[in-house]
C-alpha cells in the first residue's frame, strides 16, 4: 500500500518535469528561432552603412550557429577578403571541406573556388593556380576557373599563358580580341626593350591582326622605328592612330614631334598640330602645343591659338597658358607678381582635377595605364586627361 502511494506521488512529478523542461527547450528554440534572422539583417544593415567589421561578427556568430547554412558561409569568406583578412577566408573555406557535413561535388567546387579566391588575394598564386587547374574539368565552375586564372596570369605577366587561356575563353558572345591584342603588346615591349626588334614586329602585326583599332600596336611599332632611326616611318604610323582613335593623340603628340624634328621638319609638323586642333579642339595637347608654337612660330599666332582653344574648350589650364603667354607684356612688377600667382593657382586647380578616369569601375589616375589596375580592364580609361 506503501508503495503504491509513493508511485502515485512520484508519477505526476516526472510528468512535472518533464513538462517544464519541455518548455525551457521550447523557449531557447524559439529564442534562437528569433535571433537568427535579426543578426543576418543586423549584417546587411551594417554593410549597408560599410560597417563591414560588425556586418562580419554577426555572419560569424550565424555560421557557428548553424553550420549547416552553406551560402552564408561563402557570404563570410567574402567579407574578410573584402576587408583583406585572406587567412580567416582561407581558414573558413578550409574547414568547410573537411566539414562533417556531406556536401555535394558541386558544393565542394564551389567550396575550392572560393578558396582559389582566397590564396589569390593572399599572394599565395601557386596554390590557387593548383586549385583552379584542378576545377578546369567542373561542369559547373569551370568557366569561372579558367577566368581567374586569366587575371593570375595577368597579374603574373604570364603573356602567353593568358593567350591560351583565351582561346578556351572565346565564345560568340566574347572574342577576347581586345585582350589577345594587348597581350601580344606587352610580349612585343619585353622584346623591344631587349632590342630584338624582328620579334617585337612579329607581336605587333599578330597583334593589328586580331585587332586593326589597336593603337598600342601602332605605338610600339613607331618607337621601334624611331629605335632603328627610321623616322618618316615613325611618323607615317603614328598618323595611322588618328583614323583608329583620335582620343589617344595627347598621349603621342611629343613622340611626333620629337621625330618631326629628327629630320628637320619642324614647319611641317606646326601644320599637322594645328590641323589636329582645329579637327579635335576636345583633346587636352594645349600645353605642350602652346610650347612648341611659342618657340617654334609667332607670339600672335600663339596666343591666337591660345585664345580659340579658350572658346572651343574653356578651362584653368588654358587660362593658365593664357596668362602665361601674356606676362611679358605687363610693365608692372606687381602686375607680373599678381599674374604669376593667378596662374600657379589655375594649374594647381587643373591638376587637381584633371584625371584618367576609368569608364568600368571609376578608378582615377595621375597616370595613363593600358590596363585599369583596379578592375583588369583593357582600353577602359581614357587616355585625355581633361577637367572632371
Not at 217 to 233: G, K, R, S
Not at 301 to 310: E, F, G, I, P, Q
Request: with cysteine.
Amino acid at each position: 500500500m506503501d508503495l503504491l502511494i509513493i508511485w502515485l506521488i512520484i508519477t505526476p512529478l516526472f510528468f512535472g518535469f518533464g513538462w517544464i523542461a519541455g518548455r525551457i527547450d521550447m523557449k531557447v528554440v524559439l529564442k534562437q528561432a528569433k535571433q537568427l534572422p535579426q543578426r543576418i539583417f543586423d549584417s546587411i544593415d551594417a554593410i549597408i552603412d560599410s560597417k563591414t567589421g560588425i556586418a562580419t561578427d554577426e555572419l560569424k556568430q550565424v555560421v557557428e550557429q548553424e553550420p549547416q547554412l552553406i551560402d552564408l558561409q561563402f557570404s563570410l569568406g567574402r567579407l574578410y577578403r573584402k576587408r583583406g583578412e585572406n587567412d580567416l577566408a582561407i581558414n573558413l573555406h578550409s574547414k568547410m571541406l573537411t566539414s562533417q557535413y556531406v556536401f555535394s561535388e558541386e558544393i565542394k567546387d564551389k567550396i575550392r573556388l572560393e578558396l582559389a579566391h582566397d590564396f589569390q588575394k593572399a599572394g599565395l598564386i601557386d596554390r590557387s593556380e593548383s586549385l583552379l587547374r584542378n576545377l578546369l574539368n567542373s561542369q559547373v565552375y569551370g568557366h569561372d576557373a579558367l577566368q581567374m586564372l586569366l587575371i593570375i596570369y595577368q597579374q603574373d605577366k604570364n603573356w602567353q599563358e593568358a593567350i591560351d587561356i583565351t582561346k578556351k575563353l572565346s565564345s560568340s558572345d566574347y572574342s577576347y580580341h581586345v585582350e589577345v591584342a594587348q597581350f601580344n603588346c606587352e610580349l612585343a615591349q619585353e622584346e623591344i626593350i631587349k632590342s630584338n626588334y624582328a620579334k617585337a614586329i612579329e607581336y605587333i602585326r599578330t597583334a593589328l591582326e586580331i585587332n586593326r583599332k589597336c593603337v598600342r600596336a601602332n605605338i610600339l611599332l613607331a618607337e621601334v622605328y624611331f629605335n632603328q632611326e627610321n623616322y618618316l616611318e615613325a611618323i607615317k604610323t603614328l598618323q595611322l592612330i588618328e583614323k583608329q582613335n583620335y582620343n589617344y593623340l595627347p598621349l603621342i603628340i611629343d613622340k611626333i614631334f620629337e621625330a618631326y624634328a629628327r629630320l628637320e621638319q619642324i614647319k611641317e609638323y606646326l601644320t599637322l598640330v594645328k590641323g589636329y586642333v582645329t579637327l579635335f579642339p576636345n583633346l587636352n595637347m594645349h600645353e605642350f602645343i602652346y610650347r612648341k608654337l611659342l618657340n617654334y612660330d609667332t607670339f600672335e599666332a600663339t596666343v591666337d591659338y591660345l585664345r580659340k582653344a579658350m572658346i572651343a574648350t574653356p578651362s584653368s589650364k588654358i587660362a593658365a597658358l593664357l596668362i602665361d603667354a601674356q606676362l611679358n607684356n605687363l610693365t608692372t612688377i606687381e602686375g607680373k607678381a599678381d599674374a604669376e600667382r593667378v596662374k600657379t593657382l589655375l594649374l594647381k586647380y587643373n591638376d587637381k582635377l584633371s584625371s584618367y578616369n576609368c569608364r568600368c569601375c571609376n578608378f582615377k589616375s595621375k597616370t595613363f595605364f593600358w590596363q585599369c589596375p583596379a578592375c583588369y580592364s583593357w582600353e577602359s580609361i581614357s587616355p585625355n586627361n581633361i577637367e572632371n
